[in-house]
């Protein structure tokens, strides 16, 4: 796949790579290019897993476009919470590799896997809109209520608390960490367990365990996307 998404097929797994070379800042055209990689995933029917580059899984929205504002910036906003609602509801069981950095928009891609491996490392996990100045989007507190746990649910959207990957497990960031030299091959195995499931049971039961969560995070895009038309 051209551009900043790798796909590889390999025993019915999908490993679905983000590298921009830097920061993997969500643009419009990293985003389109990660929708497409999921559409194929489909296509192939593959369990998948979602990795980024050494160090940094995602920085969040590109801010260049997002502090210029606009209709491009509306339409990259939308775009990544609509993701993540895709993720959610995907059919198939998907694996984040955690390689590094998560922060803002990178954070709500985290939280929209159905399980979370970190790499162990100096790394910055965090909902830091608040601490850049930003309000929460109302989709970024739905999909953090969704998946953190309750003594930390506000810390981390309030006051924009930075968890390192071991404290970002008991929060709800992740669901296991492992040296860095590891997780590649760790969040494989975890996929290729996942994908012996029953497909229709698995697909059916994540539907019915995260409807109410999915429409919740649509109703707030629309809210967001209100408000910042107006």
């Known amino acids: 796949m051209a551009g900043h998404v790798a796909y590889k ?12 070379g830097k920061v993997n800042a969500l643009s419009g055209s990293l ?25 940094v899984f995602s920085a969040g929205f590109d801010l260049r476009t997002l502090r210029s504002g606009g209709p491009e910036a509306i339409a990259m906003v939308r775009a990544g919470f609509e993701l993540s ?5 995907f059919p198939r069981p998907l694996v984040i590799a955690c390689s590094g950095h998560a922060v803002a928009m990178g954070v709500f891609l985290l939280l929209s ?5 970190g790499a162990a490392g100096p790394h910055r996990i965090a909902a830091n809109e608040v601490s850049i100045g930003l309000t929460m989007p109302r989709a970024g507190i739905e999909i953090c209520r969704q998946r953190l746990a309750p003594a930390h649910f506000q810390r981390a959207v309030l006051l924009s608390e ?8 008991a929060a709800g960031f992740l669901d296991r960490v ?6 590649a091959d760790t969040a494989r195995g975890v996929a290729v367990e996942l994908a012996r499931l029953d497909a229709n049971a698995h697909a059916a039961t ?25």
Do not use: C, N
Not at 36 to 43: N, V
Not at 113 to 117: H, K, P, T
Not at 162 to 169: E, H, L, N, Q, R
Not at 178 to 183: D, N, Q, R
């Open 85 to 89: 609602a895709r993720l959610l509801s």
């Open 206 to 230: 994540k539907l019915r365990v995260r409807e109410p969560i999915v429409q919740a995070i649509r109703a707030a895009i629309e809210a967001d996307s209100a408000e910042l038309v107006g």
């Open 9 to 20: 097929l390999a025993d019915s797994i999908a490993t679905i790579t983000m590298d921009d």
């Open 162 to 169: 930075v968890y390192a990957p071991d404290s970002a497990v």
């Open 178 to 183: 492992v040296p860095a030299a590891e997780l």
């Open 31 to 55: 985003l389109a290019e990660l929708g497409g990689a999921f559409d194929r995933a489909l296509a192939d029917r593959a369990a998948v897993v979602l990795a980024g580059r050494a160090g």
């Open 113 to 117: 896997g159905d399980y979370r491996v």
